[in-house]
């Protein structure tokens, strides 16, 4: 999944983008507002973590243009004022969540996953599809209860294709959702991170399969277990 992060601060803003690259996430970080609705416009976020004061103008007043714009993205607020009359202003304008600073990163995390979640309308932190289970916190993947070792990468995008299992996924949402504008890849990197997931899904016997839609993108399906080979 891809993050914008908004926030002036060097020091929190590259420990943040380390945690959640940890965690399988693609980052774009911005330090003002005008950065941050440039990126809006070359790429799509699955999430925006903002800072309330930005160096260019009021991350609250910025939050309600874009909900005024129909931007639904979740969105979570951060600030150093950890008043009620702010965190009450802030959820009027449409932020999904408040976090004051100093930020707990592992609190930041656990918040993002419980408001993905719901976004997702997903009911637990384990999706399950077949006979494969995907534990989104631990970042596990598993078939018939045996661990798999899969690169994060790859974990990355069988992630974005269960979110969408039964439904084509456009390769171009797939590289947007996988790669922040500074990650170097190659061109064939998605082709690559595919056969490795085929192959790691094939070898353990997992009942599902990864249809190539030509020109297109790619489909995650169930197989009958004869099917699988």
């Given amino acids: ?28 970080v911005t330090r003002t507002i005008d950065e941050a609705a440039a990126a809006l416009d070359c790429a799509n976020y699955d999430m925006v973590l903002l800072e309330s004061a930005l160096p260019d103008g009021d991350g609250l007043d910025w939050l309600k243009q874009l909900r005024r714009q129909g931007r639904s993205m979740p969105t979570m607020m951060m600030s150093r004022l950890n008043d009620p009359g702010l965190r009450i202003a802030t959820f009027n304008a449409g932020a999904d969540d408040f976090l004051p600073k100093p930020v707990s990163i592992d609190e930041l995390i656990a918040r993002m996953r419980a408001i993905l979640r719901r976004s997702l309308q997903m009911t637990a932190p384990v999706v399950r599809f077949g006979n494969l289970h995907f534990d989104t916190i631990a970042r596990q993947v598993s078939v018939d209860g045996r661990t798999l070792r899969i690169a994060r990468r790859e974990v990355c995008i069988l992630e974005h294709l269960l979110n969408r299992a039964g439904r084509t996924v456009l390769r171009t949402s797939l590289e947007d959702g996988l790669y922040a504008f500074d990650d170097d890849v190659s061109t064939n990197a998605l082709e690559v991170g595919i056969y490795r997931l085929r192959a790691h899904l094939s070898q353990a016997g997992a009942m599902l399969r990864i249809k190539t839609e030509r020109g297109v993108g790619y489909t995650l399906e169930l197989v009958r277990a004869a099917s699988v080979a």
Avoid at 18 to 25: D, H, P, S, T
């Fill in 1 to 28: 999944m891809r993050i914008l992060l908004v926030d002036h601060h060097a020091d929190f803003a590259r420990a943040v983008k380390e945690a959640l690259m940890k965690c399988g996430f693609a980052v774009d």
